[in-house]
């Protein structure tokens, strides 16, 4: 999550680092800035490089910058500064807001990866419900190159998942899921992680679960998936992110202002999550105690 400043159409930097420090205290195995959970695309180009800029300085885990753009130049620039300022790999969508063909997104692809010329690990980005799909084929096309290190998949879709990693036997790479929701079950079958938008505000939960995964701890697992669905649910009432940003908050972090206003009915709903939240959170702390880690977006 990216906090933004009161005063303009701009991130607040200081609220930031201290959202990076609250989930490095916590444990995480890494963090990608600017991820669609960050709402990158409220900020100009020189505002995300100064984001990211000080964001890798500042955590003690390692940064992967979110790249994507609407234009192909666009994503070059980011990722160059990226890589200058000590990215630790980097994350890119499709060219968002237009569609694209299938055969455009592998060109766009391929283009981006040896114009970049290497030096940090690509992640192809899917995210079909904010911009063109990356399909199956053309992903694994792709991922067969050996040009790109790997992709966070936030499609959701388990089918899919499992297509991708059967693929992972011809042409090993690292297969992230981006969707809260079926990280439980596909980490159990095999994902190498998440990058999680939950985790943002409740790492805690996510650690926990990660741990008991690892410990072949089913009883717990079951439980803190449970917690997760829970908190998913909740969230998902709201125009995204904005009950991951009213979660930061009430872990006592500033968030700024949306970037667009609340109704009067979602103003009613948010009180009555607040009042959720506040009694959820206790005992998910409790239940989530002796936490693995795990990446957040």
Not at 261 to 289: D, H, I, K, N, S
Request: charged share 25%; with cysteine.
């Amino acid at each position: 999550m990216t906090p933004r400043r009161q005063d303009g159409n701009q991130a607040d930097l200081g609220a930031t680092l201290d959202l990076v420090d609250f989930v490095c205290r916590k444990g995480v195995d890494g963090i990608v800035i600017l991820g669609s959970t960050g709402e990158f695309v409220h900020f100009d180009i020189e505002d995300r490089l100064r984001l990211a800029q000080f964001a890798i300085k500042r955590s003690k885990a390692p940064v992967t910058v979110n790249v994507s753009h609407s234009s192909l130049d666009g994503a070059l620039i980011l990722a160059r500064e990226a890589c200058s300022q000590g990215a630790s790999a980097l994350l890119v969508m499709p060219p968002y807001f237009f569609p694209y063909s299938q055969a455009d997104i592998e060109e766009f692809y391929l283009r981006f990866a040896r114009e970049l010329g290497g030096g940090v690990p690509l992640l192809l980005y899917n995210v079909p419900s904010f911009t063109s799909e990356i399909r199956c084929d053309t992903a694994m096309r792709l991922l067969a190159t050996g040009l790109f290190a790997g992709i966070k998949d936030s499609s959701g879709r388990m089918d899919k998942f499992r297509r991708m990693q059967a693929a992972k036997r011809q042409a090993p790479f690292t297969l992230l899921i981006g969707a809260d929701k079926v990280f439980a079950q596909a980490r159990a079958e095999g994902a190498d992680g998440v990058i999680s938008g939950a985790a943002g505000a409740v790492p805690e939960l996510l650690l926990g679960l990660e741990g008991a995964i690892r410990a072949g701890a089913a009883g717990k697992r079951d439980r803190l998936e449970a917690r997760l669905e829970e908190f998913i649910a909740w969230t998902e009432r709201f125009a995204f992110p904005a009950g991951l940003k009213e979660a930061v908050a009430l872990r006592g972090l500033k968030t700024g202002p949306p970037a667009l206003p609340a109704g009067r009915e979602t103003q009613a709903l948010l009180g009555e999550f607040r009042e959720w939240f506040q009694g959820w959170l206790p005992a998910v702390l409790t239940e989530a105690a002796g936490a693995g880690a795990v990446e957040t977006r």
